[in-house]
């Protein structure tokens, strides 16, 4: 008898018929089912966890890198001639130009910083203030130009700039005033005053970070010296780049740039150990949802061991019809595989569409929840993100397929194995 090429139609005939199991045998076809949506839930469960994931290490970067410097250039403090001790850039100016100069720098803005008491309607705030010129303000991604802003940041220079929790912790809107607090304030010959102005409120910006949001002010460049006690002098450069992620490569060129006193603080050094821990967790929860596949897919082992104990006879028949061990393991490899198949294809459906509409299936479980079952305060950001990307949808399928097709082969092989007199001896 002529060879046949391997997984010839009649073998996918075959197997077609034997996953279409009949009533009889209606213990197939139940296995067959719940290995079919074992695997779809699996593979859904594995891309839904990747995206949200993923999703959630991308805005938590992005929040950081649109409100905050990637790199921060700052000079150790240095003694003038009446022995006091200074800090920062008398030459502010021409450091920053000398960074905005440079390869792959976008920004180079000078800032002054300081911590004080905000109060307003009988509460009081600890507060965070940038002093910073208009100009730079308003390239900053997620200040300038971010979602839920409101106010004119044209109208920066006659007030103050406030996150959108801060204003509303302490009830303010546009138009309304905050006083601040400073306890570094005028020097006298009885000591040093607390330092009290009151500013209005021209701008309330939402970065999209709760903690920036709930603790950052801005106010212009030459009102923060003059408030800080900064008169000629800039606390640091907020530089950013155009590849944050390769921040690092910058070192040299930035610090050269800086000055001899100069000094780096990157955005790595401030949020890198929590983003490693984030990819341990990614390469965790991974793991153990790859135990997940594998389980499911071992239900695809019970369903097939079944239906070669029910086709023992069939397998005889078409033993002493001339199909070769080959032939049989592909018909069982095929009923196996199909369902593997099956099950991620309808997996990646339906975790595609996870990620892709996951605010309205968010909000519909917040809204069963009665609400409240995201807190920003604790996760830092204002909602549940999704990002799907290509190598988690293949890593799950080359899983799932791959576990499919390998836990296929030992039920196949057994029935390929099987000896046709043994199996015809009693019918």
Not at 167 to 186: F, Q, Y
Not at 246 to 257: F, G, P
Not at 376 to 398: E, H, M
């Amino acid at each position: 008898m002529a060879a046949t090429a391997p997984f010839s139609r009649f073998e996918w005939m075959i197997a077609w018929r034997y996953l279409r199991a009949k009533r009889a045998e209606g213990g197939v076809s139940v296995m067959t089912w719940i290995s079919l949506i074992g695997i779809t839930l699996a593979v859904f469960a594995l891309i839904a966890t990747l995206s949200v994931r993923a999703g959630f290490r991308a805005e938590f970067v992005d929040t950081i890198l649109g409100a905050n410097a990637h790199v921060t250039v700052y000079a150790m403090a240095e003694t003038d001639e009446f022995g006091r001790s200074l800090r920062g850039f008398a030459d502010y100016d021409d450091v920053a130009a000398r960074i905005a100069a440079l390869p792959g720098v976008t920004r180079a803005a000078p800032l002054v910083k300081g911590q004080v008491m905000a109060t307003a309607n009988g509460v009081n705030m600890g507060v965070e203030v940038f002093g910073i010129r208009a100009a730079d303000l308003a390239t900053l991604p997620r200040i300038g130009s971010g979602a839920g802003h409101q106010g004119d940041i044209g109208r920066f220079d006659q007030g103050i700039a406030l996150g959108s929790a801060l204003a509303r912790e302490l009830n303010l809107g546009v138009g309304d005033r905050v006083r601040l607090i400073s306890p570094d304030g005028v020097k006298t010959a009885f000591g040093t005053s607390p330092r009290v102005n009151a500013y209005e409120v021209v701008y309330i910006f939402t970065a999209g970070r709760y903690d920036i949001d709930r603790t950052r002010a801005y106010l212009p460049f030459a009102e923060a010296q003059d408030y800080f006690n900064r008169e000629g002098r800039a606390d640091e450069i907020e530089v950013m780049v155009q590849d944050p992620e390769a921040v690092d490569s910058h070192t040299a060129a930035l610090m050269q740039a800086g000055g001899e006193r100069a000094l780096l603080w990157s955005w790595r050094d401030a949020s890198g150990a929590f983003l490693r821990a984030l990819d341990i967790e990614d390469n965790i929860m991974f793991i153990i949802l790859s135990i997940l596949v594998l389980i499911a897919t071992m239900n695809i082992v019970s369903g097939l061991i079944m239906l070669v104990k029910n086709k023992g006879r069939d397998i005889g028949i078409l033993r002493t019809m001339g199909l070769t061990e080959g032939a049989i393991l592909r018909v069982f490899f095929l009923c196996g595989a199909s369902t593997g198949i099956i099950g991620t294809a309808l997996g990646v459906l339906l975790g595609c569409l996870f990620a892709i509409y996951i605010d309205p299936i968010f909000s519909f479980v917040n809204y069963v929840a009665g609400g409240g079952i995201w807190d920003p305060s604790v996760r830092g950001i204002y909602n549940l993100p999704a990002k799907l990307q290509l190598a988690d949808v293949l890593s799950a399928v080359a899983l799932s397929l791959g576990l499919s097709f390998i836990v296929t082969i030992f039920p196949a092989r057994r029935a390929a194995r099987m000896n046709p007199v043994e199996a015809l001896r009693y019918e």
